[in-house]
């Protein structure tokens, strides 16, 4: 990775590290056993227009809300996948044994919203260039993927892949590979940021990622705008 996009993300670790050593921000405290992992939420689009999109972009608290704000889309889930260990739990996800990385599902109407559209915000959402974490969560838990379900799926995100390589001197880090299995997360993981505002939103900015969004994207940080970089 070209080192001048770096420094923001020291400042950001910087915060975080105030944060969470003066107590701010902490995480659930939730034994492994206690708060067993739920299914995929529950869906009202119906079945012959719904889709399915599953995006790794490192903590997946902050990967809910970009989609849940997208008309069409209906739910969206934090798990688990890229792993080889059925159904692991968080802090075994944690731990860095598992192989799986921490991703969002998407339940959406195809009908209203494009996957090509799902693309242009997970790119916007992450650092593309940094393939061993993301923002201020280290390790290939938080590696950024693109989980395909369909060869479709597969083909539109080397795509959108190429067009975002095609704008950078970096290489582009996020790996593009086919869903095996997806893991819901436990209970407490799933709407985080809404469960809990204050602490996501510390959590949030102690990271730098949006400091970090912004100095790659600019003013498409975080947006839904096109990948070639026109209007």
């Not at 209203?112 to 559209?117: I, Q």
């Amino acid at each position: 990775m070209n080192t001048s996009y770096r420094s923001p993300w020291f400042v950001g670790l910087a915060l975080f590290a105030i944060v969470a050593t003066s107590g701010l921000f902490l995480y659930p405290s939730s034994s492994p056993k206690a708060d067993a992992p739920t299914t995929t939420q529950t869906s009202s689009v119906n079945p012959a227009v719904a889709d399915t999109a599953t995006f790794a972009g490192g903590c997946f608290w902050c990967m809910e809300p970009p989609y849940d704000k997208m008309d069409g889309v209906a739910s969206t889930t934090s798990g688990f996948a890229g792993g080889e260990q059925v159904d692991p739990s968080y802090r075994e996800v944690a731990s860095g044994t598992t192989k799986h990385t921490e991703v969002v599902q998407v339940v959406y109407d195809s009908t209203t919203v494009s996957y090509d559209r799902l693309l242009r915000v997970y790119w916007h959402n992450v650092d593309p260039f940094d393939g061993t974490g993301q923002f201020c969560d280290r390790g290939a838990q938080y590696r950024p993927a693109i989980f395909a379900h369909s060869a479709r799926q597969q083909r539109l995100a080397e795509q959108s892949k190429e067009a975002v390589a095609s704008r950078f001197d970096p290489s582009i880090a996020v790996e593009i590979e086919p869903l095996d299995a997806f893991y819901a997360a436990e209970r407490y993981h799933q709407d985080y940021y809404k469960k809990n505002p204050a602490d996501y939103k510390r959590y949030r900015q102690g990271c730098g990622r949006d400091a970090r969004l912004r100095e790659v994207w600019g003013a498409a940080a975080m947006s839904d705008a096109v990948l070639d970089g026109t209007t």
